[in-house]
């Protein structure tokens, strides 16, 4: 596939001839945020954003999504079949993104969420103003290369877009203002990414992703995680606003009939109480600081075995901001590990 | 079998709950479709001694409620709690917080001897009587209301949530209202409510109770961070939480 | 992107039909289901999700042994709301399934020509009857069998005669243990690990299977200790909170396990390496 550069005029075209034919979901503000909704007009669109409040997983795995209808005996499977576009997806959300389709679709494949990541076409971008507690650096997320059909980097009075799909290239296709991308729109874009390559890095991790399952493998005894569990609400903020989050709940609701309802599944999180409950009531994982190692160590070392090394952690910086007493943040933990025991054997 | 026989009683309260029942425009006709309401004072004109389920409104204040929930509980086979004043005593107690005199003279002034202005300290429903279900919320969350008799009907336990408002808040989207310099009382309030209040740039006022393992030591740690003083944290926990401990587990 | 479409959801329940039911005791219920359409073929200790459309699913494992031609079969324990309505099915009612679920893990060929020891605590007994039932349908492919039961009351027993049939067969032998009995019982008085304790032969070279409630295992295992045997020969069988059963919702996770598709069952080798699992 190839790359070429749009006009931002070009560009707004061709957002608003999209709106005008199908669903389009853009970064907006809201107050002094910025969150991924439906978009009314190009005018809108903001793609110098930092970072949003929710990761664009909420358009794939709902926060709560109807799997199954009933009535009495029968069960129809739900799907979503409404196609749609979603522009501005950072590189680190996009390589959540990425991995949660690993999961998804590897060993029993989850054809809710994979039919509308299917349905979706993908406009990413590259970071444009790093957000306050990035760290994306650290993680080697700061830029991405596969999962979007186009990606932008904002090069001025041009954008480079990169089209990596056939879906992504009939797209810029019908668009105006296209041209050759020239050696030195090339260069510009090379440049913005060596840069997030660096600079999206507010909090500093203090040996490579790589290295951290290893560095988990000798972790686990450790007294942070009663440190930590002693400040936790268990409120689940962490789980919430994690793009890589990806448990969940089923419940059943059913209509006056007492016949007929919806099975759905909304979004669960390993902090929170009950999590690993029974029926009898016996609950395996109970103490905070146990459930805040799970989190840790999934993100860190469980999940990176299931998807063939990568770390599970993309360093959005969200959870840092979400959490409440400051005791969510990855990096500090990490090297707080990594100080107190160190890398290597 | 016929319908479940519902009787709708109050006591303390703002009688709002109810209005929210009332609220539930062409819903109330699937409710008194599956349930026979038998008394209902805000509704209706009829009275009954004969009824299943008592939904009871509103806070014990007196002796003669006590003995008035009593009797209401002798004859229910089910008990619902509905709304705050209900579930955890509410807004009522309050009143807990001073000397039992001092609170009549302040209200009543010169009349508060006067027998038939007698009071006692607030009780929750719970406190008096077994209560079956709660309807946690003030007002009460219309659909939760309905998702706990549909749960009645079908005989299963309405699963209520026991993680705190946080959850449903940050699955909105919403920018946390401690950002904006409020104390929010949401981490250790049971969610259910969807973050009403936070979704629409208010505070957590805690009226569904507290989570049953809230964490007062975190609850500190905040304090610290926003440069304030545990007294702001507990005086937003009196509206709501005034004499409610925790059911820690 | 793979590309690939699937029309089929992995939480959509088959139906089945029951075919049989009966309380064995207070709250235990027996039910023989067959899948209305084609046969539900699975391994000695996998699970089904059970679905009540408008309460939920559950997970449980098959007590019968894929060797029984005629359905297959489930013990459910009143614990909660699924379980409960469950309960309420009557013969010729569908309800929905899913799975089976799990790899099973018994080691069903590699424990061929062995001495086999079964340790069921309580509601540990139904799974586990999946692997004895095959065992003994195919009896000449294994040695000797012990199966020891134990409950907290005799009210508590389950296939009481089915146990004593067993215990009839020419190189199987049952024990039992109540914790607390009552006038009239014969067997043995105390916890599971009371029969451990009074093997009186060498069984290091037996193949242990364990299952009943989490607090049992701890006890078990010191008591497999104290008989030398080893962590290889002996296999579990896991209970944890489960919604999917397909290794997404993340309820059932243990470490870098799932319990509901690296197990249920999962030899003591393995979980050795797993804090979380005991």
Redesign the interface.
């Known amino acids: 596939m190839g790359i070429k550069k749009i006009s931002k005029d070009g560009f707004s075209g061709l957002i608003e001839g999209l709106i005008a034919e199908t669903t389009v979901i853009g970064v907006q503000s809201k107050g002094d945020k910025f969150v991924y909704d439906l978009l009314g007009s190009s005018a809108n669109l903001r793609l110098d954003y930092d970072v949003t409040i929710l990761p664009p997983k909420k358009y794939f795995l709902q926060p709560a999504e109807i799997l199954l209808r009933f009535d009495g005996e029968k069960y129809e499977a739900e799907f979503d079949d409404e196609e749609f576009v979603l522009v501005g997806v950072h590189p680190y959300d996009m390589i959540a993104i990425n991995q949660i389709d690993k999961l998804y679709s590897e060993d029993n494949f989850d054809s809710h969420y994979m039919r509308r990541r299917e349905n979706a076409t993908v406009i990413a971008c590259d970071v444009a103003r790093a957000s306050e507690n990035v760290f994306a650096s650290s993680m080697g997320t700061a830029t991405v290369s596969e999962g979007f059909d186009i990606l932008l980097t904002d090069i001025g009075d041009f954008y480079v877009a990169e089209s990596a799909t056939d879906k992504g290239e009939k797209l810029l296709g019908k668009a105006e203002g296209v041209s050759t991308a020239e050696d030195e729109d090339l260069k510009a874009r090379e440049k913005i990414q060596e840069e997030n390559k660096k600079n999206l890095n507010k909090h500093k991790l203090g040996c490579k992703p790589s290295e951290l399952p290893g560095l988990l493998e000798k972790a686990y005894n450790h007294p942070i995680w009663e440190e930590l569990g002693k400040k936790c609400f268990s409120c689940g903020s962490c789980n919430q606003v994690c793009p890589t989050c990806y448990c969940f709940n089923v419940q059943d609701e059913v209509n006056w009939d007492l016949k007929s309802g919806t099975r759905k599944r909304v979004w669960d999180g390993c902090l929170l109480d009950g999590f690993t409950k029974v029926a009898g009531g016996h609950e395996f994982r109970k103490s905070r600081a146990d459930r805040i190692k799970h989190r840790i160590y999934r993100k860190g070392k469980y999940v990176p075995e299931k998807i063939g090394g990568e770390i599970a952690c993309v360093g959005c910086g969200r959870c840092v901001g979400a959490c409440l007493t400051d005791i969510a943040n990855p990096v500090k933990i990490y090297n707080r590990l990594i100080e107190d025991i160190g890398i290597g054997k | 079998m016929g319908k479940p026989r519902v009787a709708i009683f109050d006591f303390a309260c703002c009688e709002g709950c109810q209005l929210q029942i009332v609220n539930l425009e062409e819903?109330i006709l699937?409710?008194t479709?599956?349930f026979d309401v038998v008394e209902w004072r805000e509704a209706m004109s009829e009275q009954s001694d004969e009824y299943d389920i008592a939904i009871v409104e509103g806070s014990i204040t007196r002796p003669e409620d006590e003995e008035r929930v009593k009797n209401i509980r002798r004859r229910a086979k089910i008990l619902i709690a509905l709304g705050a004043c209900a579930t955890i005593g509410g807004i009522n107690k309050l009143k807990n917080n001073f000397e039992l005199g001092e609170v009549k003279e302040y209200v009543y002034g010169k009349d508060s001897e006067k027998p038939h202005l007698d009071t006692a300290k607030t009780k929750a429903v719970g406190e008096v009587v077994k209560v079956d279900y709660k309807v946690h919320g003030c007002p009460i969350d219309r659909d939760e209301f309905?998702?706990i008799l549909?749960c009645i009907?079908?005989?299963?336990?309405p699963?209520i949530p026991?993680?705190?408002v946080?959850?449903e808040c940050?699955?909105?989207?919403?920018?946390?209202v401690?950002e904006y310099g409020q104390v929010c009382l949401?981490?250790?309030t049971r969610a259910g409510c969807g973050a009403r209040c936070p979704s629409s740039g208010f505070r957590c006022y805690g009226c569904r109770g507290y989570?049953?393992?809230?964490?007062v030591?975190?609850?500190k740690?905040?304090i610290e961070?926003y440069n304030l003083d545990i007294k702001d944290l507990k005086a937003k926990m009196k509206l709501f939480g005034s004499g409610y401990e925790p059911t820690k587990k | 992107m793979s590309g690939r479409r699937e029309d089929r959801s992995i939480y959509q329940p088959e139906l089945a039909t029951v075919r049989d039911r009966k309380m064995l005791n207070e709250t235990e219920l027996y039910l023989r289901l067959s899948m209305d359409s084609g046969v539900l073929e699975y391994k000695p200790g996998q699970f089904v999700e059970v679905s009540v459309a408008g309460i939920g699913e559950a997970p449980i494992s098959i007590s019968s042994s894929p060797t029984a031609d005629d359905g297959f079969e489930l013990v459910i324990r009143r614990v909660g709301n699924v379980t409960n309505a469950i309960h309420k099915l009557q013969t010729g009612d569908k309800v929905g399934i899913r799975g089976p679920y799990g790899k099973g893990l018994y080691p069903v060929d590699e424990v061929k020509g062995k001495d086999l020891i079964f340790i069921c605590g309580g509601i540990g007994l139904v799974p586990q009857r999946s692997f004895i039932k095959y065992v003994l349908a195919n009896r000449g492919e294994y040695g000797q069998v012990t199966i020891f039961f134990g409950t907290k009351t005799v009210a508590q027993r389950l296939f009481a005669s089915e146990l004593s049939e067993w215990d009839k067969l020419e190189g199987v032998e049952v024990k039992e243990t109540v914790d607390k009995p009552e006038e009239g019982w014969g067997g043995e008085v105390g916890v599971i690990t009371t029969l451990i304790d009074k093997i009186d032969k060498d069984i290091r070279d037996a193949m242990i299977f364990a299952c009943g409630p989490p607090v049992m295992y701890k006890f078990v295992l010191l008591a497999l200790e104290e008989k030398k045997v080893k962590a290889k020969n002996i296999y579990l069988n896991l209970e944890r909170k489960m919604k999917c059963g397909v290794g997404k919702c993340g309820h059932c996770q243990m470490n870098n396990y799932y319990v509901c598709i690296d197990g249920p069952v999962f030899c003591y080798s393995k979980l050795k390496d797993i804090p979380e699992a005991i």
């Open positions: 819903e699937d409710l479709g599956a309905t998702y549909r009907l079908l005989g299963k336990e699963e026991e993680w705190p946080c959850v940050k699955a909105k989207g919403n920018v946390c401690w949401g981490p250790i989570i049953d393992n809230p964490n030591e975190a609850a740690e905040v961070k």
